[in-house]
């Protein structure tokens, strides 16, 4: 089974420029799940979706960054225009459930920097 | 709302030596505890988790007891290995709000030495 991937590893884009990251959830795998962890922070959660509905979206930042998962399978995230302060590392994670003792499942991250 | 504090890291060791890395936590709810695992250049896997006051989650030679007297949950391992290391991730999932989203601690960097 294939795990959860995230694409590019790795991001170095100059402050107001665009960025699309992307996650490809585990096949069948309902919920899927952002978070960003910036250095020696705590992991924040971004958003929450099921199949293509976002079902929580407390934890995005602010409007400049935009979520999508069109037609339930895969998700990108958007962050337009980039600033300084977005420089982190996103993970992505999906589970079959939402409940308290359904595991997530991880992607390697990508990490964003911005010059 | 809920947190999760860790011990400040790097904690570095030497191979065969105890670990235990401290975790403590606030929640408004009945709360599921867990570790996660950074290795190097992957992402984060869960390794132990307890879901109720008392149980011990174990793996890999890692333990951690669900204590809601203290509201700690702390890592330990008898013998650390070089492929330890890596960073650890305290968390807690409960349904406030009616989310189970995990609420993580900053994480914890292991170094051991062979």
């Known amino acids: 089974e294939a795990g959860v991937t995230q694409f590019p590893s790795h991001s170095v884009i100059e402050k107001g420029q665009t960025v699309t990251l992307r996650c490809d959830p585990i096949s069948g795998h309902d919920n899927l799940y952002w978070y960003r962890r910036v250095m020696g922070k705590e992991i924040k959660f971004l958003l929450h979706f099921v199949k293509e509905s976002k079902q929580d979206e407390s934890g995005m930042p602010n409007n400049r960054f935009l979520a999508e998962r069109t037609g339930g399978t895969y998700s990108t995230l958007k962050v337009q225009p980039a600033e300084l302060e977005d420089s982190g590392v996103y993970f992505c994670?999906?589970?079959?459930?939402?409940?308290?003792?359904?595991?997530?499942?991880f992607g390697d991250g990508t990490r964003l920097s911005i010059l | 709302g809920n947190s999760v504090t860790q011990m400040e890291g790097p904690v570095t060791l030497s191979e065969e030596a105890f670990l235990t890395i401290n975790c403590t936590y606030t929640?408004?709810?009945?709360?599921?505890l867990f570790w996660y695992v950074q290795y190097p250049g992957e992402g984060l896997q869960l390794l132990l988790k307890?879901?109720?006051?008392?149980d011990k989650g174990s793996n890999k030679g890692f333990e951690a007891t669900y204590r809601k007297e203290t509201t700690s949950f702390h890592l330990e391992k008898g013998s650390v290995q070089v492929s330890d290391s890596a960073v650890y991730f305290c968390a807690l999932s409960d349904s406030s709000g009616g989310s189970y989203i995990p609420t993580f601690g900053r994480g914890t960097s292991l170094i051991v030495h062979p």
């Open positions: 307890a879901t109720k006051a008392d």
């Open positions: 929640a408004t709810g009945y709360p599921s």
């Open positions: 994670a999906s589970s079959q459930g939402p409940g308290q003792d359904q595991p997530q499942h």
